[in-house]
């Protein structure tokens, strides 16, 4: 009985799991002791190339912000860990063929549907962007984390700072990485 009741509660976290239109990943190195960081400073230098507005920028950094500090760390003049971000942006095009109609069923041959269908294309466009956020060690000065989410971006004001900040903290709860006991 207990197992009947649990099933449409799995089937809503299958559904609220797959809904997720950020896709995440992340690489980092295996020798290194992520316990050791407790402090952060953003590097300068790498966000300022960043080409996109400063709005966008502000607002992901704001949002990186938030999670460094639910994730205990502290911004820093002398930081243990130095944080880059990096974008890129791309046109996806989708074109839908289709053709309806009337006429006898479909399989091989002759086809009413093709023959008397009524065939309709719908095309739309999208941006997908991809957000890279980097952890650099701030005395060897070499990366040691890398976090990356794919996803759909939006031009629209009032919902881009909440696609923002499901993009970061869905890639920041990649960090630290869980490291395997062998």
Known sequence: MKTIKLIPVVLLMLLVVSCSSVS????????????????YAFYKTGVDKVEISDLDKRRILHAIEEQMTLKGFTKSDTPDILVNIF?????????????????????????????????????????QGTL????????????????????DLTRNVDKKEAKITEFVSKILAQ?????SKK
């Open 132 to 151: 890279y956020v980097d952890f650099i060690d701030a005395k060897k000065k070499e990366l040691v984390w890398q976090g990356e989410g794919i996803g």
């Open 24 to 39: 995440v990943y992340s690489d980092y190195d295996k020798t290194v002791d992520f316990s050791h960081f407790k402090t």
């Open 87 to 127: 974008t890129k942006t791309r046109e996806q095009v989708n074109v839908n063929q289709f053709s309806a109609g009337w006429g006898y069923g479909w399989g091989y041959g002759w086809n009413p549907y093709m023959m008397y269908g009524y065939p309709s294309n719908s095309v739309s466009t999208s941006t």
């Open 175 to 179: 960090y630290p990485p869980q490291l």
